[in-house]
């Protein structure tokens, strides 16, 4: 599936330079690093949360966790909480729930980029569908209205359980 015309005028109107990726179908950030054979710290994940009618976009790694009280204090926002796939499904029109390109500016909402997703030459992030990333840079999205903070955390992973014997 190809990106979306918004999207696409969106990245030629402000001179994103970017390439498209055409991969299976995933639904996370670390589905599509192991996909693309990349480090999930290279995968731009969008989250989109509210406080109250506020929304804001978080754009940080796959191997990342939101700290919710980091990011309320980098964006304003009064005990931000995830937003609801009904709220997703009306406000994001023709953008697949969970696959939310990382352009703020676009939806005419503040948008914050971690710190830690700068620091990378290239970053791969949603085109808006399960079968199509976008590889890019991290500055572009940082060009496109997104504002440096720190407010995530390293992902907890499960330990492999040990084999009974």
Do not use: W
């Not at 109107?13 to 995933?26: A, M, S």
């Not at 406080?51 to 754009?59: T, V, Y």
């Not at 309320?72 to 937003?83: E, H, I, R, T, W």
């Not at 079968?131 to 940082?142: D, F, G, M, V």
Request: hydrophobic fraction near 40%.
């Amino acid at each position: 599936m190809p990106i979306s015309a918004k999207l696409s005028k969106f990245l030629s109107t402000n001179k994103v330079k970017f390439e498209e990726i055409k991969h299976r179908q995933v639904f996370t950030g670390l589905d599509k690093a192991a996909t693309l054979r990349v480090k999930p710290s290279l995968i731009a994940k969008t989250l989109v949360m509210k406080s109250g009618k506020d929304l804001a976009m978080a754009i940080l790694a796959a191997n990342r966790n939101l700290d919710k009280k980091k990011f309320a204090k980098a964006s304003k926002l009064k005990n931000p909480d995830f937003v609801s796939e009904k709220l997703m499904k009306t406000k994001f029109k023709g953008f697949k729930v969970g696959a939310l390109p990382p352009f703020c500016q676009m939806f005419k909402i503040p948008g914050f980029i971690d710190r830690g997703l700068l620091k990378e030459k290239s970053v791969y992030a949603s085109a808006g569908n399960y079968e199509t990333s976008i590889r890019l840079s991290p500055k572009a999205l940082e060009k496109s209205g997104a504002m440096k903070a720190d407010f995530s955390e390293a992902k907890k992973m499960a330990k492999p359980k040990k084999k009974k014997k």
